[in-house]
């Protein structure tokens, strides 16, 4: 599975202006629910939900909040390089400001394990993150993101 696979320049986000973990959720929500067809309010749920049972801030400035919707076709991405960061009560306490969201139909099981081994892959590649963080607009985040998985593939 390729991230290519699970994002379009269309679920990029390059200067998301947020104050906080909970509304960088909600627009996260607002934009995953254009891309999915679903309900934002049921997205943005499944995403709090989670996050009640950990964070899922992973460290280095990173977030993959991610859930599972049962009327979902298949697995969805969105991506967003927050404008400043916020504090997500990640592992490491350290502000985030490059977010993953993952979307998945219940059904998904493996396949949604697979996806987010391969963003997390993808995100603990430093250099990676640092261009991510020096590109400032979404067709430039999205090369970067599915470059750099394509590459790191081989």
């Given at each position: 599975?390729?991230?290519s696979d699970?994002?379009?320049?269309?679920?990029?986000?390059?200067?998301?202006?947020?104050?906080s973990?909970?509304?960088?959720?909600?627009?996260?929500?607002?934009?995953?629910?254009k891309?999915?067809?679903q309900?934002?309010?049921?997205?943005?749920d499944?995403?709090?939900e989670?996050e009640?049972?950990?964070?899922?801030?992973?460290?280095n400035?990173?977030?993959?909040p991610?859930?599972?919707?049962?009327a979902?076709?298949?697995l969805?991405?969105l991506?967003?390089?927050?404008d400043?960061?916020?504090?997500?009560?990640?592992?490491?306490?350290q502000p985030?400001?490059?977010?993953?969201?993952?979307?998945?139909?219940?059904?998904?099981?493996?396949?949604?394990?697979?996806a987010?081994?391969?963003?997390?892959r993808?995100?603990?590649?430093?250099?990676?993150?640092?261009?991510l963080?020096?590109?400032d607009?979404?067709?430039?985040?999205?090369?970067?993101?599915?470059e750099?998985?394509a590459?790191q593939?081989?």
């Amino acid at each position: 599975m390729e991230i290519s696979d699970l994002i379009t320049v269309e679920g990029v986000e390059a200067n998301l202006r947020v104050t906080s973990k909970k509304q960088a959720l909600q627009e996260l929500s607002k934009r995953a629910a254009k891309v999915t067809g679903q309900h934002e309010r049921a997205i943005f749920d499944v995403l709090m939900e989670r996050e009640r049972l950990g964070t899922t801030g992973v460290g280095n400035g990173i977030a993959i909040p991610h859930g599972k919707l049962g009327a979902l076709d298949r697995l969805y991405g969105l991506f967003a390089r927050l404008d400043q960061p916020v504090d997500f009560q990640a592992i490491d306490e350290q502000p985030v400001d490059l977010m993953f969201l993952l979307l998945a139909p219940e059904t998904a099981g493996a396949d949604h394990l697979k996806a987010l081994a391969r963003v997390s892959r993808l995100l603990r590649d430093r250099s990676v993150c640092e261009k991510l963080r020096g590109a400032d607009d979404p067709e430039a985040l999205f090369v970067l993101l599915t470059e750099s998985s394509a590459s790191q593939a081989a």
